[in-house]
């Protein structure tokens, strides 16, 4: 447990070493809200493979918090969510790193799970 309160999740158990490994909190039923990716230092690239592996367990609607210090992050979240059919929902305001929302739907194309910026075929 967290200081908040929140169990935090490894979201990758064979991440890089050396790396910040992404964190997985709230969402679940005794906890509304959003589900919190926290990616910490990580680059885009890796965010967007962790995104793509958490939105695919999640029902359509959740409402994704995706935490990223990489300054690509508020270019390439908006054209991933274009290429898949989520939800840019844009900046979180009022937090201390920056944070993106993402909802997530039903009717996503599906994407490579090593390169989700490369649409697969349905």
Do not use: K
Request: glycine share 10%.
């Amino acid at each position: 447990m967290t200081e908040s309160g929140m169990n935090d999740t490894p979201m990758n158990d064979d991440a890089p070493a050396g790396g910040d490994d992404a964190r997985v909190s709230g969402g679940g039923e005794s906890q509304p809200g959003p589900v919190v990716l926290d990616g910490g230092d990580r680059r885009c690239v890796q965010l967007l493979i962790e995104l793509r592996r958490l939105v695919t367990d999640l029902p359509s609607g959740t409402v994704v918090h995706l935490i990223a210090t990489d300054p690509a992050a508020p270019i390439d979240l908006p054209a991933w969510c274009h290429l898949t059919g989520h939800h840019y929902l844009g900046p979180v305001p009022g937090n201390d790193r920056p944070t993106y929302a993402v909802s997530v739907q039903a009717d996503a194309r599906r994407t490579d799970p090593q390169a989700p910026w490369h649409s697969t075929p349905s």
